[in-house]
């Protein structure tokens, strides 16, 4: 077939491809109201063959045009596609549809972006990060909604109301973990994998994972994405955005696949094999990615008296929390990388603040509820209970003990512990422990009469203690204006809903047993904040105030009495 022929071909594919896209859609969304009009299974068998037969018409077209290592690739893609597909015909042709449906979405993606109106809504997404950021948090919201409503997706086969349906998926994709829905009880194999899928775009990031998609595309970064990019990862003034993606993926799989292994072997007691293993998957994604999701009702209560349960989940979120800017550098340090062998400041800091926080939760706690919730256990039961429930109350959401029956003295250090959060670049959210230094470190210079701000003999720029007290007053006015309509529309105690706001802002997951009972309004409130949580005021801030021009215009200084 000649190359202009061969050229023209796939553009009449690509443009049926856009129409059974959407037939796809409204096949698999639009069940209940076909079936009114036609016989459902038919239709879903012909959508399904039509998908595998334009698949296998790609593969000629591409098998006969020029050849390049992009073509090739896309040419090997699809040949596994058509593979997987043809297999899934012979259990459901329901999951046909859909996952060839990925495949052509992201094709329609990557027009739309790049070469649709001559590739402008890329321009202006890129001129823009901070945009970029909140949109990919949404789309990925959205979609996830909208899958999280199929029939499919529920163990009783009945479409999820809307309200609860976003509020799994942003509670998944922003690794929060409140739920108003029991994962393992209500939602089937594949509404559990579709969060699963969620928690794991949430914890890696999703600028992360567009910036892969842009990289994949053959784009080039611009310098605006690439400085955001090492805002949010932490990483050094020298960035390698590709190495650095790379590192971020490897380290993911093989941390995520260290904890499952760990896990198995307690879950296999009490299951099969294959349940084991899922369930040891599931559970090691969501500590990673501090998404605190778990399968069974009672959150790890039931294994309050493991010590590989424990230590191995606790051991996933603080890894996950101390960013992936800090286990490279670690990886560095230890390996003898760069000629010069020293930890950057960012990461003493964090190890630093990071570790004083979880000795001073494990004390508060163990101290708080000796005679609370946790008396009668005995010391090992104490000690375990503890660590677990400060180092998750570091925006993981797993709890091994009652959290509405502990004392209100681990209520308000948790509280404390919540809006902390976990680090930059990591998979949790909360002002993140630098900012709580930047702002001790001020008060100890204030309190030493010193004007700068400095630590392990290096000086921190006035510019980080400016954007710190910012971030701090904004994230507290945020949450102070949701609880204040909270508790206009739920009729719950103070305390709990306090919890409840600060640990959706942390993206915590920590619930004193209020979630599933607030009201439609109340949800929606919670998943505001969850959002906003995520993706961090400051990145709002950024993208309101970007296209804004300031004048250069500089005013008298004059000292206003303060205190």
Known sequence: MPEKESGRFLKYIEFIAYFLALWSFAVIFLESIITTFTNYQSLELFTALANLLLIVLTIIGRAFSPESSSKRNLLFLDL???VFGGLLMFYHAKYVIFFLLIRQTYFILQYLIFRSFEGKLYKVLTDNPPVSLMLSFAAVILVGTVLLMLPSACVENRVTPFADALFTATSATCVTGLIVQDTGGYFSLFGQLVILALIQIGGLGI?????????IMGRRLTLKLENLMQSVMGESERLDVFQLLKNIVIVTVLIEGMGAILLFPVFARNMSSSLAMYHAIFHS????????????????????????????ISTLIILGGIGFAVMIDLYRFAMHVDKVRKLTLHTKIVLTTSAGLLVIGFISIYIAEYHSVMEGFSISRRILSSWFQSVSARTAGFNTVDIGA?????????????????????????????????LVLSLVSMLKGRRELSLFNRRISLSNHREATSLITLSAGIIFFIVFVLFLFEKQAFDKLL?????????????????????????????????????????????????????????????????
């Open 80 to 82: 596994t596609l058509l």
């Open 207 to 215: 600028m992360t994972i567009s910036t892969a998609f842009a990289l």
């Open 285 to 312: 994604v969501s500590a990673f990615c501090n998404a605190g999701f778990s399968l069974f009702s009672d959150s790890l209560v039931s294994f309050v008296d493991s010590p590989v349960i424990n230590l191995t």
């Open 406 to 438: 502990m004392a209100p003295s681990s209520i308000l250090v948790m509280m404390v512990l919540m809006f902390i959060g976990a680090s930059p670049g990591s998979t949790g959210g909360g002002i993140k422990t630098t900012t709580f230094a930047v």
């Open 499 to 563: 919890f409840e706001a600060i640990s959706a802002f942390g993206t915590v997951g920590l619930s004193m047993g209020i979630t599933s009972g607030l009201t439609h309004i109340g949800k929606m409130l919670i998943t505001i904040l969850m959002y906003i949580g995520r993706i961090g005021p400051l990145t709002l801030i950024y993208a309101l105030s970007m296209r804004k021009k300031q004048p250069r215009l500089n005013y008298a200084e004059e000292k206003i009495a303060i205190g």
